[in-house]
């Protein structure tokens, strides 16, 4: 059964600081990884997405990894901003023919300090 | 495009009592889902479909119902409500479950359910 853990649970830096934020799957067998957004109180905003095929993606100051093999992705924020703080949850998908639903990590909660 | 749309936003029930959660998405997505989200638990996944007509169980389908009779529309339907359904439950989207390059899913606001 495929398990995603993510750490660290929390995580608080100050402004402007660069920082990485950890995700593991234990099934190599993904269809892609998804690196989500939530702010208290809301909904799942998708940040980015990495298919299986590919290494990293990047999105303005985001910059998503992943490492099949090993089973790892991370998410690289440079230059931190309060605005920044929220929830960020990874997901795997699991290869087409199957449910093809999401495996949620239980998120990292970061808290940028102004 | 109003993207995935949820309603109501929150509810609270007593035990025993039933209710229907709406859910729509107006870009002709193929796939959605149901997902709970619980404190420490994570989301995990209720019911899905692959398309009208067709459902499937999740991970943690009892005491929940869906039907799939529009491609726009998902309900999810708490057939006995009970307390262990206090959570806050979100419904996505996506184009497809097969054979795409980009396969974002979007999630709606969500609904916090309380049952008392």
């Known amino acids: 059964k495929q398990e995603v853990t993510q750490i660290p649970a929390a995580l608080s830096v100050p402004e402007g600081e660069n920082l990485v934020l950890n995700c593991s799957f234990t099934?190599?067998?993904?269809?892609?990884l998804q690196w989500f957004r939530q702010d208290p109180g809301k909904g799942l905003t998708s940040l980015l997405l990495i298919q299986s095929s590919q290494r990293e993606q990047t999105s303005g100051r985001l910059n998503a990894s992943l490492d099949k093999s090993s089973g790892r992705s991370t998410l690289y924020i440079a230059a931190s901003q309060p605005g920044d703080s929220a929830t960020y949850l990874c997901a795997v998908r699991a290869p087409p023919g199957s449910q093809g639903n999401l495996i949620f990590g239980k998120g990292t909660k970061l808290s940028v300090k102004p | 495009n109003a993207g995935v749309t949820q309603t109501p936003k929150f509810q609270v029930l007593k035990t025993g009592q039933s209710m229907t959660l709406q859910c729509a998405q107006d870009m002709n997505h193929e796939y959605m889902s149901w997902y709970r989200q619980d404190p420490g638990m994570g989301l995990r996944l209720i019911h899905y479909s692959v398309g009208a007509g067709i459902t499937d169980q999740g991970e943690v389908p009892n005491g929940y119902n869906v039907s799939r009779s529009t491609t726009e529309d998902f309900p999810l339907r708490l057939l006995s409500a009970a307390p262990s359904q206090t959570s806050v439950y979100f419904c996505?989207?996506?184009?497809?479950?097969?054979?795409?390059?980009?396969?974002?899913?979007?999630f709606g606001p969500g609904t916090r359910l309380l049952v008392l």
């Open positions: 099934d190599s067998a993904i269809y892609n």
């Open positions: 996505a989207s996506s184009y497809s479950t097969s054979g795409r390059s980009q396969e974002t899913q979007y």
